[in-house]
């Protein structure tokens, strides 16, 4: 929907509304600010404001989840899905010698992303613009599949619509690195303490139904739908238990 369209319906009056363009309503409406407002873009992409975000932990769970993709990495495609700030890209770029595929639903992410990447490494990276939820990759189409904080900014839905698509292009014998906020931090400080709360629930208005969220129980759940077998191999905390960085395999098919 073009944004002259948007100006004309009564639901949309906001000034999240002069950002719609084709992307889903929740990231419109909740993150214009963050990922699509190009000063918001700029002022983000900063190494010391992203690692802020995080509470000084962005290098510790950046370096783990890249060892966790490349560690023994599954011969055959690597995923991204979804741009990330801060040098996560570029890293796993570095380590690779193959391309990258990297989706997102925000062009402006995408152009973000190329920017930060050094010639030679630009054309290994292999961007589309599509919306996680439904993927116009092939069934089986990767060996290894990066998430790197998004389940927690999607709504419900959108999220299982995502993790489901995720498993579907993630080929038997794959491996499928997730980082994320922890699970519900109850005893955590930044938990405990209401104003951190309410600021982190007003931020990130879909973190507390991921909080609730079982992670492995729903991607198992969604693998077994497909005829798939999934396990955890691997589990890393970080900053009391707030963060994780989770690694699971597609188990191989018998055929
Ligand atoms: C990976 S998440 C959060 C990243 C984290 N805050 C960081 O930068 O470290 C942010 C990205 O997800 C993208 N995004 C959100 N919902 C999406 C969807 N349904 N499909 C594709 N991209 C999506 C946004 O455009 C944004 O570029």
């Given at each position: 929907?073009?944004?002259?369209?948007?100006?004309?319906?009564?639901?949309?009056?906001?000034?999240?509304?002069?950002?719609?363009?084709?992307?889903?309503?929740?990231?419109?409406?909740?993150?214009?600010?963050?990922?699509?407002?190009?000063?918001?873009?700029?002022?983000?992409?900063?190494?010391?404001?992203?690692?802020?975000?995080?509470?000084?932990?962005?290098?510790?769970?950046?370096?783990?989840?890249?060892?966790?993709?490349?560690?023994?990495?599954?011969?055959?495609?690597?995923?991204?899905?979804?741009?990330?700030?801060?040098?996560?890209?570029?890293?796993?770029?570095?380590?690779?010698?193959?391309?990258?595929?990297?989706?997102?639903?925000?062009?402006?992410?995408?152009?973000?992303?190329?920017?930060?990447?050094?010639?030679?490494?630009?054309?290994?990276?292999?961007?589309?613009?599509?919306?996680?939820?439904?993927?116009?990759?092939?069934?089986?189409?990767?060996?290894?599949?990066?998430?790197?904080?998004?389940?927690?900014?999607?709504?419900?839905?959108?999220?299982?619509?995502?993790?489901?698509?995720?498993?579907?292009?993630?080929?038997?014998?794959?491996?499928?690195?997730?980082?994320?906020?922890?699970?519900?931090?109850?005893?955590?400080?930044?938990?405990?303490?209401?104003?951190?709360?309410?600021?982190?629930?007003?931020?990130?208005?879909?973190?507390?139904?991921?909080?609730?969220?079982?992670?492995?129980?729903?991607?198992?759940?969604?693998?077994?739908?497909?005829?798939?077998?999934?396990?955890q191999v691997d589990e890393f905390h970080c900053f009391a238990g707030f963060y994780r960085v989770c690694v699971f395999e597609l188990e191989q098919s018998l055929e």
């Open positions: 929907m073009s944004s002259q369209q948007c100006k004309n319906s009564e639901s949309c009056s906001g000034v999240w509304c002069r950002f719609r363009d084709g992307q889903p309503e929740y990231l419109v409406r909740h993150y214009w600010w963050a990922y699509l407002w190009r000063w918001g873009v700029w002022f983000f992409d900063h190494q010391p404001i992203i690692n802020a975000i995080l509470f000084g932990q962005y290098k510790t769970l950046s370096h783990r989840a890249l060892r966790d993709c490349m560690k023994e990495r599954p011969e055959g495609r690597m995923l991204q899905l979804t741009c990330a700030y801060g040098s996560m890209t570029p890293s796993l770029l570095k380590e690779m010698d193959d391309e990258l595929y990297l989706m997102d639903v925000a062009d402006i992410q995408l152009k973000a992303t190329r920017k930060k990447l050094a010639a030679m490494d630009k054309e290994r990276l292999l961007c589309a613009r599509m919306n996680a939820e439904y993927l116009a990759y092939a069934d089986d189409a990767f060996a290894t599949v990066l998430i790197f904080f998004l389940l927690h900014e999607l709504p419900p839905e959108a999220r299982e619509r995502s993790i489901s698509e995720a498993i579907r292009v993630l080929q038997p014998g794959g491996r499928l690195v997730v980082t994320e906020y922890g699970a519900c931090p109850k005893k955590h400080l930044l938990w405990r303490f209401p104003v951190t709360r309410w600021v982190l629930q007003r931020l990130e208005p879909f973190l507390e139904s991921f909080w609730q969220v079982d992670l492995f129980a729903m991607l198992d759940r969604h693998a077994r739908t497909q005829g798939k077998v999934i396990r």
